[in-house]
């Protein structure tokens, strides 16, 4: 398995590649990364760039300030990223369009369908779509955090075969290469074990907000989704012309050979559970996970509101599933006081089930 079978490519672009100095925009590596985009859209692929950089262009415009603050590195990053898209259309002689995103949008269901709307339509009109967090209105609450988690769920929402993750290390190594000089490159993952997870240090860049642990959970989220996915080092000019060529620059992760649902990959890989429901396992097993009514809830936490995600759990705190409520916590917690064969039947009539069978994802352990 290579890029040569690959039809539709999202293309990871860290902060260290764009603004190495920290000083606004540096064409220097970004050359290379073009022209490797440019020869993938003449061989008939499409391409999705997903670029970090903003807040790293421009941190140069706020010289005198604080840069810890949460509020100049919003501003940092609104200044900057016009720099970076402006930098990145210099390259091209096709058109581009810019999709600024943050987990709020991909974790509801509505927005989610709405970005692969968008991301189709522009492919289809051979528009580079180049995507960022949205990092200049987003709270902790709504952020992904990092652009290798968020390249793998645009990677997700737009149906991409490949994701390439261009970062300043050469791939996996089995320990830290800068401690240990006999540190081995992997050339191919299959599964991502705890092993190969404890395989990880810290970040290594200065730039930007991703290490290579944020980097083996993008690969987790797309090669789950049937994404091959490559961690590939971008300073390197080889890089692009063996990728090119069908050859393996980096460490390539395998996608799974069953990979999950759309909407169970949407579930457990992207949404984030907003409350939780408390089961009882027994019941959750005789009901073969398939629907859940009033009357199997033992209690509810947090608070949520109907059509949000939650994690669904048993008494013992045991992880069962994650899902959505077609309830809000304020309807589950006002049924609970009632008398619960009457309201629970009339409600249920009207809702239809607390959790419906296509909107359930079972961690992997619960299944048989
Ligand atoms: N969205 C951030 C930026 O554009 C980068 C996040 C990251 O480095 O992963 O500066």
Excluded at 22 to 35: E, M
Excluded at 184 to 191: F, I, K, P, Q, S
Excluded at 229 to 257: H, K
Excluded at 314 to 339: P, R, V
């Amino acid at each position: 398995m290579s890029i040569e079978t690959s039809q539709r490519i999202v293309i990871k672009i860290g902060s260290a590649l764009i603004a190495p100095e920290q000083d606004g925009c540096r064409s220097r590596y970004l050359l290379n990364i073009a022209q490797f985009i440019v020869q993938c859209r003449a061989k008939g692929k499409e391409v999705l760039l997903v670029s970090s950089g903003a807040v790293a262009a421009g941190s140069h415009l706020f010289k005198n300030k604080d840069k810890s603050s949460v509020a100049v590195k919003k501003a940092m990053a609104a200044a900057g990223q016009t720099e970076m898209i402006s930098t990145w259309e210099r390259f091209f002689d096709f058109p581009s369009a810019q999709l600024l995103l943050t987990h709020g949008d991909l974790r509801d269901r509505d927005r989610y369908n709405s970005i692969r709307e968008t991301l189709f339509t522009l492919l289809e009109q051979g528009i580079l779509p180049i995507i960022n967090e949205n990092d200049a209105v987003t709270t902790d609450e709504l952020k992904v955090g990092d652009n290798d988690n968020l390249s793998a769920m645009v990677a997700a929402a737009a149906d991409a075969d490949c994701l390439i993750i261009c970062s300043d290390v050469n791939g996996l190594y089995d320990k830290d290469p800068n401690k240990n000089p006999d540190a081995r490159l992997l050339d191919t993952v299959g599964e991502l074990t705890p092993e190969i997870y404890a395989m990880t240090g810290g970040p290594t860049s200065s730039v930007g907000t991703g290490g290579m642990r944020t980097k083996l959970q993008a690969a987790e989220k797309a090669t789950s989704h049937g994404i091959v996915t490559y961690i590939v080092n971008g300073f390197n000019e080889d890089t692009f012309s063996g990728l090119l060529n069908g050859a393996n620059p980096g460490t390539r992760f395998m996608p799974y050979d069953t990979p999950m649902q759309e909407a169970v990959h949407w579930m457990t890989h992207t949404a984030s559970e907003q409350g939780e429901l408390i089961v009882e396992a027994s019941e959750f097993d005789e009901l073969s996970c398939d629907e859940l009514s009033c009357d199997d809830i033992v209690a509810v936490n947090g608070d949520f509101s109907a059509g949000e995600t939650v994690l669904v759990r048993n008494e013992d705190g045991q992880k069962l599933a994650k899902a959505n409520s077609n309830y809000s916590s304020c309807l589950l917690n006002f049924i609970a006081q009632q008398d619960k064969d009457i309201v629970t039947e009339k409600v249920q009539d009207s809702i239809g089930p607390v959790i419906s069978q296509n909107d359930i994802a079972v961690f992997e352990e619960r299944k048989s």
